[in-house]
Each structure stands twice: as structure tokens, then as C-alpha cells.
């Protein structure tokens, strides 16, 4: 089976062939179709995380169940299932309460199935982990099978991959964590999968005025394209951005969602707020990096700020719900993939990432 593997992070990735194990009990086999380029293994990839290894990336995938293990009733041997980064304990207070997102002890967080042990080996018998317990840039894996969620009929492949991770990042900061109402304004800072996905929420939010913000022209563009009302080319001059923003709604708008991961950009999501405004910060920098605002106006203003881990996704019930809307045209979630690429081409993928080029790239295996 290959598999693009990290030895450690800051290395570049190799496409190896390693050994897969049998499901054991809870677990699935699931053979991808299609897996998404996310900026969070290209985090790891950078090496702005610490991460044990040697680890196969990727977490934004779907594929088909080859075979379950003992005691798995969902899914079943030939669902299309997209796969969740955050497999949920189920038993924590955070899972009890219906908040899967901040579960306390999900496996994905030691990137190993949930009894500590690996499926993937190498030919020497070493052990190689999976990316938060799915690592999908690979041609089989084995998860959780809490892991694994079955998709409504029809549902295109690749769809479902971004539903794993950009889509339900994107939309759910937006209609989840921030709960936009009706009529609203909305900035999204960064138009990635995620920040496009945010655009899309947005939309389908119903927000009055969407302004769309990134340093590239072309990705203003998609935005528009998605709905988003107002487009700001962000350039060095920090004051000409915010009095574009503030200009394009009225004195400041309702919610900032910084889909980026710098503190200059997460200070200028809370520097464009009004009184009473939302920051909602999605984006994930590198470990050790701080922010800062000043305080006064911010208290005095009400102001909020709202950290939005997986768009406060519950995988089982959210990501049907995700397809359904793409199904339905409400949610244009295949706008996101510009290029279908192999396991060979994730370092290219990765290069333009750095550079703010295009939009999803998205394995596809067997094409
Ligand atoms: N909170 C979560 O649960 C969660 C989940 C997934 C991803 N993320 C994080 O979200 C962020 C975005 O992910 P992505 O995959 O969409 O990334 P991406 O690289 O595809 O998109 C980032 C966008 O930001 C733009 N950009 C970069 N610097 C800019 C600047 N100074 N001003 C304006 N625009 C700028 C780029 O041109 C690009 O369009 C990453 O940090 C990722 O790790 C968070
Ligand atoms: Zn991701
Ligand atoms: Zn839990």
C-alpha cells in the first residue's frame, strides 16, 4: 500500500509502501478515494508543529469500507465514508454534552487507534503512525470507527474528502461557532479551502454583506464568485485594508473569521470590529505565537473573541447534513477542488500552498 510518509516534521514527504493490519476491534478499513491538501499538514510538513513520527499526513479524506472489525455496527463493508479528524471518546464530559469537537480523549490527538498501538509498518516490522488516527494521504488505512461517517447516496467523492476537514471548518465557525444571523455582515480573512468555506457559510447564513479578503487577486475572485459581496486586496499598508473593510460594512462588520494563522492578520480581525462585534479565529499558527490588542476599547466595546476548533463539528451528524446541501446546490463545495493530483504530487501541492496558490488540491487514488 502507498503512502506518503514524514519522518519527522520539518522533512519533506516520501511515497512508501508499507504493511496494513487487519481492522481490529472498532475499527474499519477504508480504501480512499480522495483526499484533500490541507494547510494543516502542511504545518506539520514545515515543521510548525510538533508531531511524533515517522507519520503518513493528510486528514481530509474519504473512501470506501473494505472490511470492519469485531464489534462495528456503523459503517458497513461498502459505505462511502468521510473521515473525521477528531474521532470522538464518546465518553468524556465534552462528548456526553454533545460537544465532540473539544473531546478530552480522542485517539486522533496521539495519531495511533484508540488501544495505543499503530496499524502501519514498514518492512522492517517499524511502526508508522496515521495523522490524527486517519493520516489519508494513503491508498488504505485502517481507523476509528468512530472516525468513519457514512455519506448520503451520490455523494461525490471528493466532496465528501473536504467535508472531512475545510468545509466543516469553514461553515460551522460560521453558522455553528459564531451562529451568524440573518442579515448580518461578515470579513473573512484568507480565502483557503477554509476561508472559502467560511464565504460559503456565510452565504448560506444569509449575511447581508460578505467582504472577502486575501493578498491574492484570483482568490478574490472564486469569493465573488461564491457570494461574498466585497473583495479587499489586502496589501502592506494595514490601514488602507482595515478602511477598506470598514468602509465595505458600514462602520465595521458583525463577525471577522480569520481563516489564516497570523497574529498580524488575528490583530487585524479584532481591529476592524464596531462595538459589540465578533472575532472569530480559525486559522492556526505555529506553536508559541501571540497576539495582541488593546484592551480598553476592546472591553468597552463589548467585543468578543471566539476560538473555533473543526467549526464545532459533530462528524456524524454535520457532515451528512454538509453533503446534503452540496447535493441540494445550496453548498458548492466541488467550486473548492482546482486540481486532482497523485501521492506524488503532494510536495508540489504543498509549494503552492506556501505561495497562495490556487484552491484545494485533491488526491485522487486509482484515477
Ligand atoms: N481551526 C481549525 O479547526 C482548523 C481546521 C483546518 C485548518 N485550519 C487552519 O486554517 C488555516 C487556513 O487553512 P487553508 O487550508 O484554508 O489554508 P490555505 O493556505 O489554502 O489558505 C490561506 C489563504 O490565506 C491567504 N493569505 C496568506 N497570507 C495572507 C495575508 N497576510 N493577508 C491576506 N491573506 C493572506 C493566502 O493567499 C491563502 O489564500 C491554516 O492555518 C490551517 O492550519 C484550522
Ligand atoms: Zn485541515
Ligand atoms: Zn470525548
Avoid at 57 to 84: I, K, M, N, Y
Avoid at 117 to 142: K, N, P
Wanted: proline content about 6%.
Amino acid at each position: 500500500m502507498r503512502a506518503a510518509v514524514i519522518e519527522r516534521p520539518g522533512t519533506p514527504v516520501r511515497i512508501e509502501d508499507l504493511r496494513v493490519d487487519d481492522p481490529r476491534e472498532g475499527e474499519v478499513s477504508v480504501r480512499m478515494l480522495a483526499s484533500g491538501v490541507c494547510h494543516s499538514d502542511l504545518h506539520v510538513r514545515d515543521g510548525d508543529w510538533e508531531r511524533p513520527g515517522p507519520i503518513v499526513l493528510g486528514h481530509e479524506g474519504a473512501g470506501v469500507v473494505e472490511s470492519v472489525g469485531p464489534g462495528v455496527s456503523s459503517p458497513r463493508v461498502g459505505d462511502l465514508v468521510a473521515l473525521t479528524w477528531y474521532a470522538p471518546c464518546l465518553r468524556c464530559a465534552a462528548c456526553q454534552t454533545g460537544r465532540q469537537w473539544g473531546c478530552s480523549d480522542s485517539p486522533s490527538v496521539r495519531h495511533r487507534m484508540a488501544d495505543g498501538t499503530t496499524r502501519l509498518h514498514r518492512d522492517d516490522g517499524a511502526d508508522v503512525l496515521a495523522y490524527l488516527s486517519i493520516g489519508t494521504f494513503a491508498e488504505t488505512q485502517v481507523v476509528p470507527a468512530t472516525a468513519a461517517i457514512p455519506m448520503p447516496d451520490g455523494t461525490p467523492p471528493e466532496v465528501a474528502a473536504l467535508i472531512g476537514c475545510c468545509v466543516s471548518t469553514g461553515v460551522g465557525a460560521v453558522t455553528k461557532t459564531a451562529g451568524v444571523e440573518s442579515g448580518s455582515s461578515v470579513v473573512v480573512f484568507g480565502l483557503g479551502g477554509v476561508g472559502l468555506s467560511a464565504v460559503m457559510g456565510a452565504v448560506l447564513a444569509g449575511a447581508a454583506r460578505i467582504v472577502a479578503v486575501d493578498r491574492v487577486a484570483a482568490k478574490l475572485d472564486v469569493a465573488r464568485d461564491l457570494g461574498a459581496t466585497h473583495c479587499v486586496q489586502a496589501g502592506d499598508n494595514r490601514q488602507e485594508t482595515r478602511a477598506a473593510i470598514v468602509d465595505a460594512t458600514n462602520g465595521g462588520p458583525d463577525y471577522a473569521f480569520e481563516a489564516i494563522g497570523l497574529a498580524a492578520t488575528i490583530e487585524q480581525a479584532i481591529d476592524v470590529l464596531p462595538p459589540g462585534g465578533t472575532a472569530v479565529l480559525v486559522g492556526l499558527t505555529p506553536f508559541g505565537v501571540r497576539a495582541s490588542f488593546d484592551v480598553f476599547p476592546f472591553v468597552d466595546g463589548s467585543r468578543r473573541i471566539l476560538g473555533s476548533n473543526y467549526g464545532f463539528a459533530v462528524a456524524s451528524v454535520d457532515f451528512p447534513r454538509y453533503a446534503e446541501l452540496q447535493l441540494a446546490g445550496r453548498l458548492p463545495i466541488e467550486r473548492l477542488v482546482d486540481r486532482r493530483i497523485d501521492l506524488d504530487g503532494i510536495e508540489d501541492a504543498f509549494d503552492r500552498m506556501r505561495r497562495g496558490e490556487g484552491l484545494r488540491s485533491v488526491v485522487t487514488f486509482g484515477a
